[in-house]
């Protein structure tokens, strides 16, 4: 008999529109003449899920969408195999701008903040994960303003309840309260997220011993801290591993850090170790990096790269 596919469910509170483009040069007051213009269903949630998808996995997305760009959000999101759990709110979904510049290969990345949203609006959300059976829930990316700081501790607590595995990716106050509050099962912060929460500089022996602390304490079972050309290390009460970076040709970082979650999550979901599933991600993470604008990781690119044995763990 075939295993039980394993269910996840992907959640963007914040979604984009990422539109991405390139310019020969970008110069203040004058016109800036683009080209190459894509369109991409993105936020963190959002961007798990299509990158599950690429894998070959099957994510459900949970999301925010509404006023005048939440069509166009929902038609992009079409695209993809993705369970869609669409939750109507009053304001539009923000857009975002990342600019390519070919005469300097630099990027300019516009990130707007994104609607406010009024409390009662995420009821639907919390009665929607109340309700869910599944496996993991990723909860990824910023909370939209007038979202209360304990939105994602909620849902870590349902989670915990129902014996579901919860990861999350944000940052901020709804990193701090749900880590103060909830059990996690994978936590991913960035080393800027992780000095942020703590209040000052990290090298990486502090930020391990940061992490290593957390995991003591119940904050969080795995801990996935991401350095990125440096690496990234595992955290768990087996202890630390620490993985050096993949040189690859750079286009674009945006959908790194979201591209290193779902692969870690998707090839748990395939039955393998922890520890494999970080050295997936390293090789997911790696892979974003290679595709331009918001595109994010392409599956060949992803299985290249782990399995020519190119991430290799070290205490």
């Known amino acids: 008999m075939a295993a039980a ?23 203040p007051t004058l016109k800036t003449r683009t080209m190459n213009q894509m369109h991409y269903a ?3 949630g959002a961007n798990v899920a299509r990158v599950i998808a690429e894998l ?10 509404g006023g005048f760009s939440g069509p166009l959000y929902d038609r992009l999101l079409d695209e993809y195999d993705i369970v869609k759990h669409r939750i109507e709110m009053a304001g539009s979904n923000r857009i975002a701008l990342m600019v390519h510049e070919l005469s300097t290969n630099f990027e300019y990345r516009f990130v707007p903040e994104g609607p406010t949203i009024d409390p009662y609006e995420l009821e639907p959300v919390h ?20 979202a209360p700081a304990d939105t994602y501790s909620r849902m870590a607590d349902v989670a915990q309840r129902k014996g579901i595995r919860f990861v999350l990716d944000t940052s901020g106050e709804a990193l701090r309260n749900t880590i ?3 059990g996690i099962f994978l936590l991913k912060p960035s080393m800027s997220e992780l000095e942020k929460l703590v209040g000052e500089r990290l090298d ?36 630390i591993v620490r993985m050096r970076s993949i040189h ?15 692969g870690m999550v998707f090839w748990l979901t395939q039955g393998h170790t922890v520890h494999e599933a970080f050295r997936f991600g390293i090789a ?12 994010l990781c392409r599956r060949a690119d992803v299985y290249a790269l782990y399995e020519n044995g190119v991430t290799r763990a070290h205490g």
């Open 56 to 65: 070959g996995g099957r994510a459900e997305l949970l999301y925010f969408s």
């Open 204 to 239: 990486e022996n502090s930020a391990c011993t940061v992490a290593t602390d957390l995991v003591k304490r119940g904050a969080a079972e795995n801990i996935a801290l991401s350095m990125g050309k440096s690496g990234a290390v595992l955290v768990n009460a087996e202890g």
């Open 127 to 146: 009665d929607f994960i109340e309700a869910y059976e599944g496996d993991y829930i990723i909860a990824s990316g910023s909370l939209p303003h007038g």
């Open 248 to 262: 690859v040709r750079e286009a674009s970082a945006v959908g790194a850090g979201d591209s290193f979650v779902a």
């Open 284 to 295: 997911a993470g790696s892979a974003a990096v290679m595709t331009p604008g918001t595109e």
């Open 42 to 44: 993105g936020g963190g």
């Open 5 to 27: 596919v394993e269910r996840i469910l992907t959640i963007a509170l914040n979604p984009a529109i990422d539109v991405s483009c390139d310019a020969e040069h970008v110069r």
């Open 180 to 182: 103060d509050h909830a």
